[in-house]
Each structure stands twice: as structure tokens, then as C-alpha cells.
């Protein structure tokens, strides 16, 4: 009779059948329903690849993905499969309240109880905006299925008086010129409609681009595909390569578990940093490998950051956009070029080693891929700092950073939350000087905030039009990838989880010193002892999402997962 193999052997539709205590009744059922949607026979015994759709009508990045999601599915049905599309919480950076940070948790819980829940002997993953690949890469770790990641790729830089525009580093640059005065009501509302005009991800090495290419690194994804834009034909042939390879792996099982191990996560972190990549990312890939049981160390962080250049020159950290990177070689350039920095025995999805894919030259421009001996930077993009402000680490980006700022010793300006950041920012009677440091508490992964990008501080307006560019900014919040500025983030433990951050008052000195790796509150204990002793944590939300986070979730060091959902729990 048709299922009575052992349940551990049962593949396609009988996978993970509901228990009645009879599961070839169940297995009975559910093809029955299948068949309700006119499957045949011979397509309901086939092997089962589900395609994870997190396209919605709110998700611009996500456009393309209908049609990636037909050419997944002709390379499955081409290899003798059937693709099983279904949607779970789709992530629109733009879209959502009161940040895209606050519910990457729910959507990865969201796919790991779908991967685990339906039947399938293999997943493609297909994400593109900043929160669903790294949401998607910790599901498909936790239920430990064969997976591949697809991304939707980046969008294409437009042409616009004499110069290239997309989001978002141009976003940020212009509206700060805006804010300056720099720039007319007129012509930043004209270049609001150039600066994202095709389908696809943010333009420039910002959090979407750098995960995609940690996915190449980590092995996730076939290689070479992480960079190709949204809109070229390479794109949909990817994906159609993507659908047979899914096939090839519900033959030949290769789970995430055997591809994301600590070497390919040191190896996805020299590339974080020769690529100058996002901050964002090493919270994402510390959760990731979190799921595995792999810890990031952020005193490691620095020691690979010192012997790691960036070679990569796109914006923010440098000149070019995403397409260049791609027309540059894309990943397999940057991994050549960084061979002697790689562990070379880990494999990808493939199941090819690293050593494999090294063993012959990869095509470089030097225009946006550098020479090791002529980098963008001579060390790595990210730095961790730690001292009494920041016990358990601090990131700063020192390649999108102003070195004059690096050594820093100022008096702080203090606010004590978004609302009040709002508020009083632009005031012109703000006793704020260039020389100041601006700190932002309250916005960390347990405020209701939940972690915005807002740690890029707006300067405050009345130095904006002073011509004042850059200013020490430091915060337990995080920066979009696409920012730049000397800005200190995730400050950890952050202000609401009672760490010295919730302790600091306007006009308190701190030291920055990148030389160091430090960031010190020159306060005297006793004054802080009695700030303490007023201090209270704030009151939890009531129910829902809200207070699953508050109870749940860890700090950046961590990767701002739920407790609950790291390896082992
Ligand atoms: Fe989706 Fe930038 S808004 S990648």
C-alpha cells in the first residue's frame, strides 16, 4: 500500500503526514485535497520543492519575484518535480512600523514552521530585502532542510544630470544637502522619483546587498548570483538553475547544518569586511550562525578586521553600485581575490569546496574589486569597541567614518529616545556645538522601537546649514547599510535592558578612541551609582508580538534573535 515506508523514508507529498494513528489515511487525505487543485497522479508522486514567496503588494524590492518564482518552478518541473510556491510575513524596509527589525524574528519563525510543517524534500528561499534573507537563512538553518537562497537582486542605477543615482546613499546624501539648505524644495522632490526606478533591491553595498553576498560566502547560494540586478534575464535563468539544483538536492540531501559551519562563518565575515559591507549584516549572520551553535566573537571581529582590506568600492563606503559590482566579477572576484584569507575546505549547496570553485582565476575589474595590494582600505570596514559605555561591544564603521573623528574626547547631548531626538533636534536654542557628541538611548531590540535605523542622527539643522557634515553620533540603535558617518552602534547591553548607556546626561564627557577599539563614560562611579539607583527598566507591552519580544529577545551581540530560537533554545 502506498506510504508504508518508514516515515523518516517518505519523501514528496508524504513527508510529514498528520498522525491519526493511521498515517497512510492522512497521507490518503492530503492527496485526495492535492487533487482537488487538478494534480495528477504522476505530479503528486514526484519529489516536492517548495519555493518561499515574500512578495507582497507592500514589498517594492520584492516586484520581481512572481517571475522568479515561475522560472524556479520550470527548473523543477524541468528535473521532474513539483514546486509547492507558498507565502509567509513578507518584509518591506520601507513599510513597516515600527521598524523591518522588530518582526525579521516573526518571520523566521514564520518559515521555519512552514518548512518543518509541510511537506517538501527541498526549499528555495527567495528573498531580497534587507530582513528576509537573513529571516529565511536562520529558518532554513533551525528545520535543517536542503535550501538554496534566491534573491531578487539589485535595482539599476539611474542616469540623472550628468550623474548616477540610487537608493539609498544618494537618498541620505541629497536630503542631507536638503536639510542643509543646499538643495531646493523643487529639485528634491524631482529627484524622489529618480532615485529607485527599476524593480529590485537598494542600488549600493547597503544590508540586502551585503546579505546576499554573505549568502554567497556562507555557501547558501549558487555561486555568482548574488550580484546580478533585478531586472537582467541572468537573473531568471539563475533562478530556473536554481529550481533543478533544488531537484539535484532532494536526491542528494544537503542540509544547511553541513554547509554553515564556524569556517564558512569566519569566511562570510572576511568578506562582510572587504566588502565594507553593512553593520545590519553582522547582526543578521551572528544570528544565523547562532541558530547552528556557531558564536561570533566580537573581539575576533577586530583581529579579522585588521588583516582584511576592503577591496570593494561601491557606495556607501566608496564610488560604484551594485551593477559594477556584478560587471566587476561579482563574488566569485572577490573570493579569488581573498583566497589566501578563506578556509577553503567548506562547501556550498553544490556540494563543490571552496578549493573547487578557487581552482581557476576569476574575471576582476580592478575599477571596483581592488588588488590586495591596492585596497579601498588597508583594513577591514567594521570595528568593535568596547569599555565602560559599551561592556559588551559597540560597532563602528570606520570605512563610511570621518578619521578625524576617530580620536574623540567630548561632551555628550543627550536623548533620551526617538520621540524626544524628534523633537528637539532641530530646535535652534539645542546647546549643541560641532565638537558635541549626539546619544540616542532607548531605541535598542527591547524598546518598542525595536532596533530602528535611526542611529544615523540627523545633524542637527542649525550646524547642517553651518556646513557641518559629520559629528561623533553613538547610539544602541542601528544605521541602515546605506549611511555613512562616524557613528557608534549597538551599544551593548542597551539603555533598556539597564546598561551604562541608560546612565548618560547631557553634558557628560566620553571618549571614542578607534586606535583602541574603546568607548569609555568619564563619569565617576559614585555619581553613577546614585543614576542607578533612580533608574528603573521601562514597563513591558501587554500582549502579542509586542511581548514576545520584550521577553524574548537577546542583545546585538547576540544577534537580537529570540532566546527561544537559538540552537538549543
Ligand atoms: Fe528593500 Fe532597500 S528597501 S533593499
Redesign the pocket.
Known amino acids: 500500500m502506498r506510504g508504508m515506508t518508514h516515515p523518516s523514508q517518505r519523501r514528496g507529498l508524504a513527508r510529514n503526514t498528520s498522525n491519526y494513528g493511521d498515517r497512510d489515511f492522512a497521507l490518503y487525505l492530503r492527496r485526495s485535497f492535492a487533487k482537488s487543485m487538478g494534480y495528477s497522479e504522476a505530479m503528486l508522486d514526484r519529489p516536492v520543492v517548495g519555493i518561499v514567496d515574500t512578495g507582497s503588494a507592500y514589498?517594492?524590492?520584492h516586484r520581481t519575484v512572481p517571475e522568479l518564482i515561475e522560472a524556479v518552478k520550470r527548473g523543477v518541473l524541468g528535473a521532474g518535480g513539483l514546486p509547492m510556491p507558498f507565502p509567509t510575513v513578507s518584509l518591506?524596509?520601507?513599510s513597516l512600523h515600527p521598524c523591518s527589525m522588530h518582526y525579521r524574528n516573526l518571520a523566521a519563525l514564520d518559515t521555519e514552521a512552514m518548512l518543518t510543517a509541510q511537506p517538501m524534500d527541498a526549499v528555495v528561499l527567495v528573498g531580497?530585502?534587507?530582513k528576509t534573507v537573513p529571516a529565511q537563512l536562520m529558518a532554513a538553518v533551525s528545520a535543517d532542510i536542503p535550501a538554496i537562497q534566491l534573491v531578487t537582486g539589485p535595482m539599476l542605477a539611474a542616469p540623472f544630470q550628468g550623474e548616477r543615482l540610487s537608493?539609498?546613499t544618494d537618498c541620505r546624501r541629497y536630503w542631507a544637502l536638503y536639510r542643509a539648505g543646499k538643495v531646493t524644495e523643487e529639485r528634491i522632490n524631482q529627484i524622489e522619483g529618480r532615485l529607485a526606478t527599476t524593480a529590485g533591491?537598494?542600488g549600493v553595498m547597503?544590508?540586502?546587498s551585503t546579505m546576499a553576498c554573505l549568502a554567497e560566502a556562507l555557501g547558501m547560494m549558487p555561486g555568482g548570483t548574488a550580484s546580478i540586478p533585478a531586472v537582467h534575464a541572468d537573473r531568471l535563468r539563475a533562478a530556473e538553475e536554481v529550481g533543478m539544483l533544488a531537484m539535484r538536492l532532494t536526491e542528494a540531501p544537503i542540509r544547511p547544518s553541513e554547509v554553515i559551519t564556524a569556517a564558512s562563518v569566519e569566511n562570510a565575515l572576511r568578506v562582510l569586511l572587504a566588502l565594507g559591507g553593512s553593520t545590519n549584516a553582522l547582526i543578521h549572520l551572528t544570528a544565523i550562525a547562532g541558530r547552528r551553535g556557531v558564536a561570533i566573537d566580537l573581539h575576533k571581529l577586530n583581529a579579522l578586521s585588521d588583516s582584511t582590506p576592503v577591496l570593494v568600492d561601491l557606495k556607501p563606503t566608496g564610488e560604484g553600485y551594485m551593477e559594477d559590482f556584478h560587471a566587476a566579477g561579482g563574488m566569485p572576484a572577490l573570493l579569488w581575490e581573498l583566497r589566501d584569507l578563506l578556509y577553503h575546505d567548506v562547501i556550498d549547496i553544490t556540494g563543490a569546496s571552496l578549493r573547487h570553485r578557487l581552482a581557476e582565476p576569476a574575471f576582476v575589474d580592478r575599477r571596483y574589486i581592488r588588488l590586495r595590494n591596492d585596497p579601498v582600505s588597508p583594513v577591514g570596514g567594521l570595528v568593535a569597541l568596547f569599555g565602560s559605555l559599551a561592556p559588551r561591544g559597540a560597532i563602528l564603521k570606520r570605512s563610511a567614518a570621518t578619521p578625524a573623528l576617530f580620536e574623540t574626547e567630548a561632551r555628550a547631548m543627550v536623548f533620551d529616545g526617538l520621540e524626544d531626538l524628534a523633537e528637539r533636534i532641530d530646535d535652534p536654542a539645542l546647546d549643541v556645538t560641532a565638537e558635541d557628541i549626539l546619544v540616542l538611548k532607548n531605541a535598542g531590540p527591547l524598546t518598542p522601537a525595536g532596533m530602528p535605523e535611526a542611529g544615523y542622527l540627523p545633524i542637527p539643522s542649525k550646524l547642517a546649514r553651518a556646513g557641518v557634515k559629520d559629528m561623533v553620533r553613538m547610539s544602541d540603535c542601528r544605521m541602515s547599510g546605506?549611511a555613512f558617518g562616524t557613528i557608534v552602534l549597538h551599544i551593548t547591553p542597551e539603555a533598556a535592558a539597564g546598561g551604562p548607556l541608560a546612565l548618560v546626561e547631557s553634558g557628560d564627557r566620553i571618549r571614542l578612541s578607534v586606535g583602541e577599539r574603546s568607548l569609555d563614560l568619564l563619569v565617576a562611579p559614585e555619581v553613577l551609582e546614585r543614576r542607578r539607583a533612580a533608574w528603573h527598566a521601562p514597563a513591558k507591552p501587554a500582549r502579542g508580538w509586542d511581548r514576545i519580544v520584550a521577553d524574548q529577545v537577546l542583545q546585538a551581540d547576540e544577534g537580537c534573535d529570540l532566546a527561544v530560537l537559538r540552537a538549543g533554545g
Open positions: 514589498n517594492n524590492c518591506s524596509e520601507p531580497g530585502c534587507d537608493a539609498c533591491t537598494c547597503g544590508t540586502a546605506t
